[in-house]
């Protein structure tokens, strides 16, 4: 089946390059608006044979989208350039929504509560430790690495420190994507949710203090010291206001649901819209927001949320293709090829890191063995909030932000790629792959079909 599929995206990547030079050779006043619309077409139709390739070869099929994005983005053929990226935010933001829906609706309060203990301890120990392996590395590289080569040991620490706070950041989008994608059920998975959602709040809150911390010694409190400061007050809106607003609109979706229960697709696409609005026009933070929202209707609401959810998973695939196309249509090989050596250094140590600070906490929390070999493969991947941490980095500080921002672009992108296989095999290991259909089909008897695997 896999080798079918090939001749099939060839085609349609030599008809989106043919069409893309049609579309270039138009006058600039043509007002034939092609070039969006063309640009979803065509990524939804080769991430989707990708995906199912990827699928074919036993890998997640959001490797597949993602190849899909860097096959026709700037670093392949060159078909969706980075300015159509950027006019397709929306695109992100609904699959944003769309998939912390299910993440929040996946966190049950009594399993959360009863591993609780576990995760605290992982949460800790793993941030703990890949904080210092990351930043020790810079430390010790001083003298060669490209941010601290020529700097004081001050200086390098406050640098290192900087560093090490972004590198702790993974992202919740593909560990959520993955385990519903395999329709994974188990400690394992809950594990993953309760700790990724956690230190998404937790790294924000860190960096927003090691950012202040940073101006405070580099500038010497002068003119622009206060920025991290107000970056801390930022992120505490952002996340007490996401909680609260996600609240609000999880308790008016349970009061929908309650009453009517009709038209859950568009009902729920209208919700993802609505979160994204808002979330933008209040300066949310929309994963939080929207992951308030599913987890306040499962676990808060009197109403039942299968239905919700039921039609988050029945319309997410489109937007998980183009979401995860979109992202490795961001990834650009010329950057990751200029640092090649030092980043395969840095992801390296801080897989080992990961690896090592979950065992341990794991063990300090008494987890089962199961969550102490497999948990770990879920943080490794990064994507949106390790970059918007390094952006505002460099921002604040041009004269080695640049630099840090190089690094950690060509980091995500190999985390991109092979963080959602490394969490497929580590589901697939601790046996929680499809156990969301086994007990469907537990509860519904033994004569129902189970589902049939879209892609």
Do not use: C
């Amino acid at each position: 089946m896999a080798i079918r599929r090939i001749p099939v995206l060839i085609a349609l990547i030599l008809i989106g390059v043919g069409v893309d030079s049609a579309v270039g050779a138009l006058p600039t006043t043509s007002p034939w608006p092609v070039d969006v619309t063309f640009v979803l077409g065509l990524l939804l139709l080769v991430s989707y044979v990708t995906g199912a390739l990827a699928a074919d070869l036993g890998l997640p099929r959001i490797t597949g989208y993602i190849l899909a994005g860097l096959l026709i983005g700037p670093s392949g053929v060159g078909v969706v350039t980075d300015a159509d990226v950027a006019s397709l935010t929306l695109i992100d933001q609904l699959a944003i929504a769309l998939i912390a829906f299910s993440a929040g609706a996946e966190l049950k309060l009594r399993e959360v509560k009863a591993a609780g203990k576990v995760i605290a301890a992982i949460l800790t120990s793993e941030m703990v430790m890949v904080f210092v392996a990351v930043a020790g590395v810079v430390l010790l590289l001083k003298p060669i690495f490209p941010i601290t080569a020529g700097r004081g040991w001050d200086e390098a620490i406050i640098i290192a420190s900087v560093f090490g706070s972004i590198a702790i950041a993974n992202s919740p989008s593909v560990a959520v994507a993955v385990i519903n994608d395999t329709r994974s059920r188990g400690p394992v998975s809950s594990t993953i949710l309760g700790v990724t959602v956690l230190k998404d709040v937790a790294v924000i809150v860190l960096f927003a203090v090691m950012l202040s911390l940073a101006r405070t010694f580099l500038d010497g409190g002068g003119e622009g010291g206060g920025l991290g400061l107000e970056l801390v007050e930022r992120m505490w809106w952002e996340i007490g206001g996401s909680i609260m607003v996600g609240a609000l609109i999880g308790w008016l979706v349970s009061m929908y649901l309650g009453k009517w229960r009709r038209e859950p697709i568009l009902f729920v696409l209208g919700v993802a819209a609505l979160v994204a609005v808002i979330a933008d026009q209040l300066h949310l933070e929309i994963l939080l927001t929207a992951l308030t929202t599913g987890f306040f209707v499962e676990n808060i609401a009197e109403t039942e949320a299968e239905p919700f959810v039921k039609a988050v998973e029945a319309n997410a695939l489109p937007f998980y293709a183009l979401f995860f196309s979109l992202a490795g249509a961001t990834i650009h090989l010329d950057e990751l090829a200029e640092v090649g050596l030092l980043v395969l250094l840095l992801v390296a140590v801080r897989a080992a890191a990961i690896w090592l600070g979950t065992n341990v906490g794991a063990r300090v929390g008494g987890a089962s063995d199961k969550v102490r070999r497999y948990t770990w493969t879920g943080f490794v991947s990064q994507a949106g909030v390790t970059l918007g941490m390094v952006t505002i980095a460099a921002e604040a500080f041009p004269e080695w932000g640049a630099e840090m921002r190089t690094l950690f672009v060509a980091m995500v992108a190999i985390h991109e790629l092979g963080g959602p296989v490394l969490l497929q095999k580590g589901l697939a290991a601790a046996g929680e792959t499809g156990a969301r259909d086994r007990e469907g089909d537990a509860d519904d008897g033994a004569d129902t079909p189970a589902p049939v695997a879209t892609g």
